[in-house]
């Protein structure tokens, strides 16, 4: 990247921490605190900035889908004892329905199956609502705001579900309660003589409230939906940007401490110091150039040492000829000869102290 960011700037956190970025405790402290998260949320994904933003969105999703259902089920075993003394001898049957398919969906979403147990949630909260209210017999006056029972739905789906499907379910609850004030109104054994006669007013004038609620409910669940998607995905935008100016910044300290190295390095090696090698391990940015650097001193090193000996032997030739011919003058041993620490002092071992005899030319009447 050729964006560069000031240390200061970049080292600055989420929630103004410096120096340092959210981590999945940060995100999800309430996995940590409360015993129900563990109990139903996905098991934990490491690295939790380093996942996309669909998967993010997805366990944003599984805790609020956890801490629903458990309201939710815990209304319901309320409601499980109190469904007994309705006289609708149907709802105790509908409450246990929908404990199993809270349990289901807590299971679901358990296993990372986040969207199935939202929809197994919303619907069966739908469907026990309906059922509720067709298996109420006749229908009373004081029923009626059982169709306001059915918003509850349109909250579910807008936590839930995507926005799309707030409107699916208001245009469903709103056909669904047309369609059973006209079967009430035309059928009087499914409503009581008071509901009946409340129903012979203007059709319009019945329906305005339950529509009317259906369909404000959900425009307003759908403006909350779309408002709050949008400050998600501006908030997941920034994080990624500090994540980003976080590791740029980390990114050239470790560029600058590498290139201090090396070329403290260099200036060692200017020094005379040819021992001095570069300390970036392989994991550096650097580390290219820091072994290619660590070879080529290496060799050097080498070729300077073979360069010193061949130097030393080129000055100990002349003395060794010297002493060679002084003691083959002399006739006397050669002396001990000082060392040069170099392969030649071998020999220099073996000639210290002997004599060096020069065989003389044949004469001309040995020849004859």
Avoid at 47 to 68: C, K, M, N, P, V
Avoid at 161 to 176: E, R
Avoid at 214 to 242: H, K, N, P
Avoid at 312 to 324: E, H, S
């Amino acid at each position: 990247m050729s964006q560069t960011t000031s240390p200061n700037a970049a080292s600055q956190g989420k929630n103004g921490r410096a120096g340092s970025l959210p981590r999945q405790e940060d995100t999800q402290p309430e996995q940590k605190i409360w015993w129900w998260y563990r109990l139903t949320l996905p098991p934990e994904v490491p690295g939790y900035l380093d996942l996309t933003f669909a998967q993010r969105e997805s366990i944003r999703r599984a805790r609020l889908l956890s801490a629903i259902s458990f309201f939710v089920l815990l209304v319901d075993l309320l409601l499980i004892p109190a469904s007994l003394f309705t006289a609708n001898r149907y709802v105790p049957y509908v409450c246990s329905f929908a404990l199993v398919a809270i349990i289901i969906s807590i299971i679901a979403n358990r296993t990372n199956n986040v969207t199935f147990a939202s929809f197994l949630l919303v619907g069966a909260l739908e469907l026990a609502l309906l059922s509720i209210v067709v298996t109420t017999i006749p229908f009373d006056v004081g029923n009626l705001p059982l169709y306001d029972l059915l918003i509850i739905v349109e909250l579910f789906a807008a936590s839930l579900l995507p926005a799309p499907y707030i409107f699916l379910t208001a245009l469903f609850n709103s056909l669904f309660v047309i369609t059973e004030v006209l079967l009430q109104k035309m059928s009087a054994g499914l409503a009581t003589p008071a509901l009946y006669a409340y129903l012979q007013n203007p059709f319009h004038a019945v329906l305005v409230r339950p529509v009317a609620l259906q369909i404000v409910v959900g425009v307003m669940s759908f403006l909350w939906v779309r408002s709050t998607s949008q400050a998600i995905v501006r908030a997941d935008r920034a994080e990624m940007v500090a994540q980003l100016e976080h590791e740029l910044a980390q990114q050239k300290e470790e560029l600058e401490e590498g290139i201090r190295q090396l070329l403290q390095t260099h200036i060692d090696v200017s020094n005379g110091n040819f021992d001095a090698r570069t300390p970036l391990t392989r994991d550096h940015t650097l580390w290219p150039l820091a072994n290619a650097l660590n070879t080529l001193l290496t060799r050097f090193q080498r070729a300077s040492k073979a360069e010193q000996e061949i130097q030393r032997f080129q000055k100990m030739i002349p003395v060794l000829f010297n002493a060679i011919q002084a003691a083959e003058q002399s006739g006397k041993p050669l002396p001990i000869l000082p060392r040069t620490s170099s392969p030649i002092d071998t020999l220099l071992s073996c000639l210290s102290g002997r004599k060096i005899t020069m065989p003389h030319p044949p004469d001309a009447s040995s020849r004859n």
